[in-house]
């Protein structure tokens, strides 16, 4: 779009001083730094929010594809294990007491996952659903920060992650989602475009990406290129 500007550096990164965002009531949710300026709404808009339990159906009635007991921003417990929880409990801010009520959960997929939570419904609060779903995205944040810090050091270029546009951060988080964090391997051309800093190039890259979640990347690509 005419209206975007070539190089993502000429934007200027907005991030929370503070690092939190509303909780439920007077409570405040940590925000981990991989996650500071990166908009919160448009992930949970792709990837839908609820405080309660459900399993994924698809047009047809049927469980979607292997899909798991899913809760707060599409976080698929059925993709998880003892090992992966634990993670997010030791690296990721996940309080130990609400790992110990998802844990029920982990590794149920289709049919087994919806059978047990018919009879084993579960609800969050706003708050826990927003801790897990950031514990959740910040381990997946993790690996592309890493990467991309230690490619623009290798390159003796002063970039960091963190000073990225909030844009550029937040589609970058949310192919990461769907692709795995490895970006570098797992996407290229797309991870090309995020070391360039180009908005111009990673919007073109987006329209262009291939039949997978065609519909999904469009959205990014449209979000990304609004002024």
């Known amino acids: 779009m005419s209206s975007t500007p070539k190089d993502a550096r000429a934007q200027v990164a907005q991030a929370s ?38 399993v994924p159906y698809d047009n047809n009635g049927n469980v979607d594809g292997s899909s798991g007991v899913t809760i707060g921003a599409g976080v ?6 003892d090992y992966d929880l634990n993670r997010l409990v030791k690296n990721h801010g996940l309080d130990p007491a609400l790992a110990a009520r998802l844990k029920p959960y982990l590794g149920l997929t289709r049919k087994a996952a919806d059978s047990f939570l018919a009879a084993n419904p579960i609800t969050l609060s706003k708050a826990e659903a927003e801790q897990l779903s950031n514990a959740k995205y910040d381990q997946i944040a993790g690996d592309p920060v890493n990467r991309y810090d230690k490619a623009m050091k290798a390159a003796g270029r002063p970039d960091t992650f963190a000073a990225l546009p909030p844009k550029m951060k937040t589609v970058a988080l949310s192919v990461a989602i769907q692709h795995g964090a490895n970006l570098r391997y797992a996407t290229k051309r ?9 908005v111009t190039a990673m919007e073109h890259e987006l329209r262009n990406f291939g039949p997978n979640y065609k519909s999904r990347r469009i959205r990014e690509a449209d979000y990304l290129g609004k002024p």
């Open 17 to 54: 001083p503070s690092g939190t965002m509303p909780g439920s009531g007077a409570n405040t949710i940590s925000v981990p730094p991989s996650l500071v300026g990166i908009d919160m709404k448009f992930i949970h808009a792709q990837e839908g929010y609820e405080t309660n339990g459900y």
């Open 190 to 198: 797309f991870w090309k475009t995020l070391l360039s800093g180009s």
């Open 76 to 81: 698929d417990l059925g993709q998880m294990n």
